[in-house]
C-alpha cells in the first residue's frame, strides 16, 4: 500500500486490524476491509507466503494481508470460514454482519522460513496429545495439500458461534509484557492466571500446560502464546491452549523458566512451583503422568498425520528432555 510498517502510528495499526483481530473488539473505518471474498485456495496461498516471507512480491499479497487479520506470530496465517459442506471461504466478514447462518471460522496456519516442511503434521499430533493430556484445546484438524504435507487448522475460540464475537486478551496484552524476550516466567503465569480468573482450575490447567510444553519441548512459550477470554457471564477465564508444537526456543531455552531455569528443568523444580501455588503434590503427579502418558504416543500420533523425517528429531528431543526431568 505504498507505506513502511514502523512508519504506522497507533491508530493507522487499529485501522489495519480493523474486523479481523483476535478477540469482540473492531476497528473503523477499515483500512483492508472488503475484497477476500469467495472460495480459496490453501496450496497457492501457502506458496504465495513463502515468496512473501523471501521478500518477494506476489500477486496475492494484498488477500494474504485480508486473511490474515491480526494474529501476528511467526508463521502465515489466515483466517478461513468452514461452511457445513466443508468449503472454506474467507473468513471473519460474517462474525462481524451477525449473520446467523455462516460457518465456522477457523485459522489455517503455513510454514515459515524455518519450519520443517511437515511442520502441519507435527503441530496436529501435538494437538492430539496435548488433548489426551487434558489440556483444552479448540477442534483441530489437518486440511490435505496437494503440493505437500497437509495444512494445520484450529478452530476460532473467539468465534464460538456465527456472528457471536469473545473478548480475549493474551497474557502479555494483561501484564503488558513482551513477547519478543523473556519477560514473564511461569510463576508470573500462574499467579496472572489466579488473578484474572479467581479461579484454581484455571491455575491447575495453567500449571498442566507447563508441564507439557516442558516434556513436550515447546519452548516457544512467550507471553504472547497464552490468553484470557470472557465467558457469557462476563468473566474471565483461562483460554484453550495454542500454538503448541515442538520448538528449541531462544538459544535453547524456554522463554517463560520454570524457578529461574529455562534450559535444564527437573522434575523437583515444577514440583516447588506446584506448592507455592497451592496445588497439592498428588494434583501435581497426576498432570505429570497424564503429560507423560500422552507424549508416550508420538509415534503413533506422527504416523497418522504424516510427520515424515521430522520425526528422529522430535523423538530424540522427547527423549532428552525426559531423562532430565527425572
Known sequence: MGHRFEDLNAVDRLALVGTKGRGALVFQPETLGGGA????????????????LLGEETELEAMLARLGGGSG????????????DGKLSAGDELAVAGNKSAGEEWIVKFAATNDPTD????????????RAAGIEMAETRLIPSATGPGHFATRRFDRPAPGKRLHMVSLGGALEASPHMPSVDYDGFLKATLAITYSMADVEQAFRRMVFNVLARNRDDHVRQHAYFMDDRGNWRLAPAFDLT??????????????????TIT????GKLAKSHGIAPKRAAAAID???????DWPSHACETGVGASIV???E???AVARQFG
Open 313 to 315: 528429531t522430535v523423538s
Open 119 to 130: 511442520i502441519g503434521p507435527i503441530e496436529e499430533a501435538y494437538a492430539r496429545m496435548a
Open 246 to 263: 515442538f520448538s528449541n526456543g531462544p538459544g535453547g531455552e524456554h522463554y517463560m523458566a520454570v524457578q529461574g531455569e529455562g534450559r
Open 290 to 296: 497424564d503429560v507423560r502418558a500422552a507424549l508416550a
Open 73 to 84: 506470530g511467526a508463521r502465515p496465517k489466515v483466517h478461513v470460514e468452514v461452511g457445513a
Open 267 to 270: 522434575r523437583d523444580l515444577v
Open 317 to 319: 528431543g522427547l527423549d
Open 37 to 52: 471474498s469467495g472460495a480459496i485456495d490453501l496450496d497457492a496461498l501457502a506458496d504465495e507466503s513463502r515468496h512473501v
